[in-house]
């Protein structure tokens, strides 16, 4: 059988496949594009991409290949090449299966909207650029896909464009993905100028590379998928609608950062100094969005923060050299968190609105189907034993438990992950449990199978997608066998405790108590003082250099003071001195004639 | 230096200062500028008895034509101050100031 024919071939019919309704109205006038139609064509797309894949776990057939290449400069190639390898096979049907779950959630979600046809073109343009930078062997396709990522987010992120506020986080979130990217150019001017190549399977070396290009690409990584210091976009961009959280900002955009690292990752396994900067700033990352989570009231900005927290999480791994896991993570994650998130946009429909989970309640009675899913999702991120999240969470903290690695980063981790079960545990007592608190009884109604079946197919995955992959892909690198009691039920004892702490917390909602403002709340709420220190200050500060260099110092004292200006100044003190002379007198005129021949006399 | 030398340069010095640092009225100024014509025409006249030439000696002579016309007009133009301001005091000689 020709694999390597039937791979190639049915990725590019599912690359076809997903092109298909963009470009059909631009054919003919009369095919116009609908829902129904992109989500059926996704649909299709998933159902095709399943060869590959099956191909790769059956004979592990990879491939690369080029299709044309930009012929402008002479010694330098840029060939169109795709790489179909284990990331890329596993990526694409979990992605298509996320995709047409929550298209198919969109039609129910977006119904009310005029420009439903634009939202799904943008859903799908966005879907395209994201197949782009993962199928890509290319620095520059990479880029192309990175780039259309972006935008997209930008345009989906503003998609209520009257709202202040979703404006506001769009542009947010195209800044700082803008940082992230002059790292991703710095790399790839790097690599062009260096190696003589933008093909990332040409630039594995045995030798040690200088940190300029991966301190570039950790910079990417940084900005794109929202490790401590490049943030704050996250959590502002859940001002978009719930269908593009679920897509961009949970499975797939937001990991694109991560897989870029994975990719290249030949080219930090020899350099330390790398490995061990992903290692602590993926450890912030998780522990700082664990900390934010545990005050947020808004059910769309608590799952924000635990993406940001699990993007941590898959840093972390990164550092430990174990690309693989970090890919392994990703894919579970996707079910889980598109899950979460399509199950809060249920919730908020029903609930006409409302996001404080403050004020829901007792929902398990009106939305059994909708709240039993928010409990799979919430238990498989804490990683509760053999659901999707713990084949990738648990192998991950034992092979950081049994490395040789940053206590601190050690730590910080676990510290993490029992902050994660403690606001999912949160997040799922005061949404579902007691007596409900909205202000107005709502009339909830979870009885579409548009809203139903994306969610249980997703549970679905969630449930089994961890022992699917685990038991179909071969690990690179042997995972750790022996380890002391202690540490191999490390992940689930913080876990537990975790749980324990939440239940803890909502005995205090049951008594009443007042949380009273201290110092650890104002950190949490206030998201770590970052937002406004950082918007604030250093936009002012680069405001004044700019202006103390430009207007005080250039226009200002150079052009005014050392030119006209500083010479009639000079002028002025000289004529002052001798205005007294000139005082229209014949007196001073004779003294002054004296004087002249005097000195002429004692000079000759 | 010669002790004529000496009489008539400190001679005509004194009166140059004279002339620059007079104080109240105009006609010290003009009387000074009289003395340095005086000392002047003294010097130019000893100057071809000492060299024995002949043909300077009609310099002198010019020399007083001159400053007689300038004489006439500083008194001319005492006298005009004098008919504008009632007196020659110089700190009427103010058109200039501002």
Redesign the interface.
Same mark, same amino acid.
């Given at each position: 059988m020709e694999t390597t024919l039937l791979l190639n071939t049915f990725t590019f019919l599912t690359l076809m496949i997903i092109l298909t309704p963009t470009l059909l109205p631009l054919l003919s006038n009369k095919l116009q594009n609908s829902p129904t139609i992109t989500t059926r064509a996704v649909k299709t797309a998933f159902l095709t991409s399943l060869v590959p894949m099956m191909l790769f776990a059956h004979s592990g057939t990879e491939n690369i290949t080029s299709y044309w290449e930009w012929k402008i400069i002479t010694n330098f190639k840029i060939p169109f090449s795709f790489k179909i390898d284990q990331y890329s096979t596993m990526f694409l049907p979990i992605a298509l299966f996320v995709t047409w779950s929550i298209l198919q959630f969109a039609t129910w979600y977006m119904a009310s909207d005029p420009h439903i046809t634009k939202f799904f073109s943008y859903l799908l343009m966005f879907l395209i650029a994201m197949l782009t930078l993962t199928i890509a062997n290319n620095m520059f396709l990479l880029f192309i896909g990175w780039e259309g990522v972006g935008i997209m987010s930008f345009l989906l992120i503003g998609w209520w464009q009257g709202r202040a506020e979703a404006n506001t986080a769009a542009l947010q979130a195209v800044l700082y993905n803008r940082i992230g990217d002059i790292g991703l150019i710095l790399s790839m001017a790097w690599l062009a100028s260096t190696t003589n190549t933008w093909e990332i399977h040409q630039t594995s070396t045995t030798t040690q590379l200088p940190m300029l290009p991966l301190l570039g690409l950790i910079l990417a990584a940084t900005g794109k998928s929202a490790q401590f210091g490049l943030h704050p976009w996250l959590p502002a961009a859940m001002e978009g609608p719930t269908p593009v959280s679920a897509l961009l900002h949970s499975s797939t955009m937001v990991v694109a950062g991560i897989f870029l690292l994975i990719r290249i990752h030949p080219m930090l396994t020899t350099n330390q100094t790398a490995l061990n900067t992903c290692l602590c700033l993926g450890a912030l990352s998780t522990l700082f969005a664990a900390i934010c989570a545990l005050t947020q009231n808004d059910i769309k900005k608590i799952i924000a923060f635990s993406t940001s927290s699990q993007l941590g999480l898959m840093m972390v791994t990164i550092g430990l050299n174990l690309p693989q896991l970090a890919f392994l993570h990703i894919s579970t994650h996707a079910f889980f968190k598109a899950m979460l998130f399509l199950c809060s946009g249920s919730i908020i429909h029903n609930l006409n609105g409302e996001q404080d989970i403050r004020k829901m309640g007792g929902l398990q009675k009106t939305l059994p189907m909708t709240t039993t899913c928010l409990t799979i999702g919430n238990l498989a991120l804490m990683g509760t034993p053999f659901l999707a999240g713990f084949y990738s969470k648990d192998i991950i903290i034992e092979n950081l438990n049994t490395s040789y690695l940053n206590t601190w980063a050690l730590l910080l981790t676990l510290l993490a992950t029992s902050f994660t079960a403690t606001y999912s545990l949160r997040m799922t007592i005061l949404v579902q449990t007691n007596f409900p608190r909205t202000s107005v009884t709502p009339a909830v109604n979870e009885n579409n199978p548009t809203i139903t079946s994306p969610i249980l197919r997703l549970a679905l995955g969630s449930i089994l997608a961890g022992m699917l992959i685990t038991s179909y892909l071969l690990p690179t690198k042997t995972p750790p066998m022996t380890m002391p009691t202690l540490t191999k039920t490390a992940a689930i004892t913080v876990t537990i405790l975790g749980i324990i702490l939440a239940l803890e917390l909502q005995n205090m909602t049951h008594t009443l108590t007042q949380p009273k403002p201290n110092t650890y709340l104002n950190f949490s709420s206030t998201l770590g003082y970052f937002n406004p220190l950082m918007h604030r200050l250093s936009s002012t500060g680069l405001l004044n250099h700019g202006q103390k260099i430009a207007s005080h110092l250039v226009d200002l004292s150079w052009y005014k003071k050392m030119g006209p200006e500083g010479l009639a100044i000079l002028q002025l003190m000289a004529t002052k001195t001798s205005t007294t002379l000139?005082?229209?007198?014949?007196?001073a005129y004779?003294?002054s004639?004296?004087l002249s021949?005097l000195i002429i006399l004692l000079s000759t | 230096m010669a002790i004529t030398h000496l009489s008539f340069y400190s001679a005509f010095t004194l009166s140059?200062?004279g002339? #620059?640092?007079?104080r109240t009225h105009l006609v010290s #100024?003009l009387l000074c500028l009289e003395s340095m014509m005086l000392s002047m025409y003294m010097a130019l006249s000893i100057w071809p008895a000492e060299n024995q030439a002949a043909s300077s000696t009609l310099m002198p002579i010019l020399m007083l034509t001159f400053s007689a016309c300038e004489a006439s007009t500083g008194l001319a133009t005492l006298v005009a101050s004098t008919r504008t301001h009632g007196s020659d005091h110089?700190?009427t000689?103010?058109?200039?100031?501002?």
């Open positions: 000139h005082s229209g007198l014949i007196k004779l003294g004639f004296a021949a | 140059s200062l002339l #620059a640092f007079h #100024a110089l700190h000689l103010n058109m200039l100031q501002c």
